[in-house]
T-cell receptor, first 112, second 114 residues
């Protein structure tokens, strides 16, 4: 079946540190890949997406590259801020299907 | 704010009662999705609806849960005879079509069962 595996949290970093949150997937065909962010008490917001191999999604200093050969979509940011503290979810959507399949989420805390 | 609107934000029910969760999609969106998030877990798909049609309910529990998206008004997720295990955050998302557009999420309804 289709599934997403994220690196386990929680992750705690200092401000301005480099961030990587690993995400790998298993899917039939060629899925679209997404990163969503959830701030406390809120719903999910789309952070970035990529729809085909080698695409790079980017937004607010975050980046992720769709790597078909390693079935990965790791999230990176060069210099994190306290305001980046949130839970990050990697997700996929298989062509022809409408539902998103989510990873378990990674809680990120940035200390000043 | 023209985002996905869910209400109530918090709902408390006693075991055996009914819970009704409402979702108004973004303007221009005719596709609605419901997801459930258990504590410290990711979101799990429940059901996908278009106006007056259930398209995919493969994630819905077989009993007590139902969903609708009438021609007029919000989508409703209904849980009958709630049990403690139904305590979770329920999120609604919407999209304009069946294509590659991303889904936009509401802020969720936190359901607590006493």
């Amino acid at each position: 079946g289709n599934s997403v595996t994220q690196m386990e949290g929680p992750v705690t970093l200092s401000e301005e540190a480099f961030l990587t949150i690993n995400c790998t997937y298993t899917a039939t065909g060629y899925p679209s890949l997404f990163w969503y962010v959830q701030y406390p008490g809120e719903g999910l917001q789309l952070l970035l997406k990529a729809t085909k191999a080698d695409d790079k999604g980017s937004n607010k200093g975050f980046e992720a590259t769709y790597r078909k050969e390693t079935t990965s979509f790791h999230l990176e940011k060069g210099s994190v801020q306290v305001s980046d503290s949130a839970v990050y979810f990697c997700a996929l959507k298989v062509q022809g299907a409408q539902k998103l399949v989510f990873g378990q989420g990674t809680r990120l805390t940035i200390n000043p | 704010n023209a985002g996905v609107m869910q209400n109530p934000r918090h709902l408390v029910r006693r075991r055996g009662q009914e819970a009704r969760l409402r979702c108004s999609p973004m303007k221009g969106h005719s596709h609605v999705y419901w997801y459930r998030q258990l504590p410290e877990e990711g979101l799990k798909f429940m059901v996908y609806l278009q106006k007056e049609n259930i398209i995919d309910e493969s994630g819905m529990p077989k009993e007590r849960f139902s969903a609708e998206f009438p021609k007029e008004g919000p989508s409703i997720l209904r849980i009958q005879q709630v049990v403690r295990g139904d305590s979770a955050a329920y999120f609604c998302a919407s999209s304009p079509d069946r294509g590659q557009q991303p889904q936009h999420f509401g802020d969720g309804t936190r359901l607590s069962i006493l």
